[in-house]
């Protein structure tokens, strides 16, 4: 395969980073990807409503979106149909598994209650949402390049499991025509907040889409970095993420222009978002990790379970929204950079 002779192995890691890609490889394994990426490319309709989960049990977190019609002129960029938090260990009306587990005291994992429960989440709550493509963050199995897995991981891993089955059959039915992509939140964080810093540009920008041209480095070849810097200099820690992209978030909300709630729903999730962050804290011992930095964010960042939960409400809508700009990006390099279409040779 041909491979411009002006591109560079920096200039092509800068092209798979904005399309949602790994960027690790040689120039040749990373021309492939960007073409074979440009190639399944399709545009959105303009009926799309995109789901993005943030999967978890006590924490699980998701938004539907659609982009703003007009969003590369004048506009919200997204308009916020739905945007929750919820936990799905808690008995509700029609939650028959959580009730089971009130019953019991305990919560069951067992694979029949898991696939119950995965059933009643998709059933209840997502397929009435109608969406056309569901985003879904990718677990891991280890955490911190452990050896061993941990019990809870395990248990997030099969409800993650369970949710493309149950819309593997569906499609397979034809009772659901929509697309299930996987999205690693690594890559997400990285080019929020990371070596990417995109995230204020993801919601100001308002004509026209990255202009992957202009904006490649012609500096030395780079390594993957760390998803957040650090200003002490030490290695962030996960809380430093966390923390970073609930401020941002704030931001955003603060301005009011990028994102328009137009449905109740949509309102549910700026009211658990504002609310944390203006509760007073409820007493428990902070940690220290999840305290540092945490002016303007609100006073209650350092206990543990709010921070969770606007960490939660904060990722399925930033992995939403930069989806939506990775498209925008494989758009534009189809555009820009016609080799990525050639046949090759």
Same mark, same amino acid.
């Given at each position: 395969m041909k491979i411009p002779k002006n591109l560079k192995l920096d200039a092509l890691q800068h092209l798979a980073f904005h399309c949602g890609l790994s960027k690790?490889?040689?120039?040749?394994?990373?021309?492939?990807?960007?073409?074979?990426?440009?190639?399944?490319?399709?545009?959105?309709?303009?009926?799309a409503r995109v789901l993005s989960i943030d999967l978890g049990l006590r924490n699980f977190a998701f938004s539907l979106m659609t982009p703003?019609?007009?969003?590369?002129?004048?506009?919200?960029?997204?308009?916020?149909?739905?945007?929750?938090?919820?936990?799905?260990?808690?008995?509700?009306s029609t939650n028959k598994a959580a009730s089971s587990d009130i019953e019991?005291?305990?919560?069951?994992?067992?694979?029949?209650?898991?696939?119950?429960?995965?059933?009643?989440?998709?059933?209840?709550r997502l397929l009435p949402l109608r969406p056309t493509h569901i985003l879904i963050e990718r677990q891991r199995w280890r955490t911190a390049g452990r050896p061993s897995v941990q019990e809870w991981t395990i248990r997030v891993n099969t409800l993650e499991a369970m949710l493309y089955g149950i819309?593997?059959?569906?499609?397979?039915?034809?009772?659901?025509?929509?697309?299930?992509?996987?999205?690693?939140?690594?890559?997400?964080?990285?080019?929020?907040?990371?070596?990417?810093?995109?995230?204020?540009?993801?919601?100001?920008? *308002?004509?026209?889409?990255?202009? $992957?041209e202009e904006r490649i480095s012609t &500096?030395?070849? #780079? %390594? !993957?970095?760390?998803?957040?810097?650090?200003?002490?200099?030490?290695?962030?820690?996960?809380?430093?993420?966390?923390?970073?992209?609930? *401020?941002?978030?704030?931001?955003? $909300?603060?301005?009011?222009?990028?994102? &328009?709630?137009? #449905? %109740? !729903?949509a309102d549910i999730g700026r009211l658990q978002f504002s609310n944390e962050a203006g509760a007073k804290p409820s007493g428990k011992k902070s940690t220290k990790k999840a305290a540092e930095g945490v002016t303007?964010?609100?006073?209650?960042?350092?206990?543990?379970?709010?921070?969770?939960?606007?960490?939660?409400?904060?990722?399925?809508?930033?992995?939403?929204?930069?989806?939506?700009?990775?498209?925008?990006?494989?758009?534009?390099?189809r555009k820009t950079h016609p080799w990525v279409l050639d046949d090759g040779g």
């Open positions: 690790t490889g040689t120039k040749q394994l990373l021309a492939q990807r960007l073409r074979t990426t440009a190639r399944e490319y399709e545009p959105l309709p303009p009926d703003g019609p007009d969003r590369r002129k004048h506009g919200p960029l997204i308009h916020l149909h739905a945007w929750q938090h919820v936990n799905l260990l808690l008995a509700g019991s005291g305990s919560p069951d994992f067992s694979p029949g209650i898991m696939a119950q429960r995965a059933t009643e989440l998709v059933h209840d819309f593997a059959t569906l499609q397979a039915r034809g009772l659901w025509d929509g697309k299930v992509i996987p999205i690693p939140p690594a890559r997400v964080v990285r080019y929020l907040i990371g070596d990417g810093g995109m995230g204020r540009d993801l919601f100001s920008r *308002r004509k026209t889409p990255l202009l $992957l &500096g030395p070849e #780079t %390594p !993957e970095v760390d998803p957040v810097t650090s200003s002490r200099g030490r290695k962030p820690t996960s809380a430093d993420a966390k923390i970073e992209k609930i *401020r941002l978030l704030q931001e955003v $909300l603060n301005r009011g222009d990028a994102i &328009g709630f137009i #449905t %109740p !729903e303007g964010v609100g006073q209650e960042a350092g206990n543990v379970s709010r921070l969770t939960k606007r960490d939660d409400l904060s990722d399925c809508l930033f992995q939403g929204v930069t989806w939506l700009e990775w498209q925008d990006n494989i758009e534009s390099l």
